[in-house]
């Protein structure tokens, strides 16, 4: 069975850093994303990566001030977070993505980050 359990997320406030994590479960994908929901508004693309790390991208609105990176061996994806804005509060999610799309069926619960000002 696929999994994915995404941890890290936590209360800060602006201008603080996490890091989120993404654990795999089953099997590997070649390329993953972070994503997020934020209340009353759609999950939206945040980062993705290749299977080799050689190829990211991000969302404009954390371009400059996220990275994701991952760990083959640990089959581990991580997203750190730097100059943490209030809008950034939403629940973030992993998953094996195409682009900026998410595969379908793999959501795990999320890890809630909530960003005061």
């Known amino acids: 069975q696929v999994k994915f359990v995404e941890s890290g997320g936590g209360l800060v406030q602006a201008g603080d850093s996490l890091r989120l994590s993404c654990a795999g479960f089953?099997?590997?994908?070649?390329?993953m994303g972070w994503f997020r929901q934020a209340p009353g508004k759609e999950r939206d693309f945040v980062a993705s990566?290749?299977?080799?790390?050689?190829?990211?991208s991000y969302a404009d609105s954390v371009e400059g001030r996220f990275t994701i990176s991952r760990d083959n061996a640990k089959n581990t994806v991580y997203l750190q977070m730097n100059s943490l804005k209030p809008e950034d509060t939403a629940v973030y999610y992993c998953a094996p993505s195409r682009g900026s799309q998410a595969l379908s069926g793999y959501w795990g619960q999320g890890t809630q980050v909530t960003v005061s000002s």
């Open positions: 990566i290749n299977f080799s790390g050689g190829i990211t």
């Open positions: 089953g099997r590997t994908f070649s390329t």
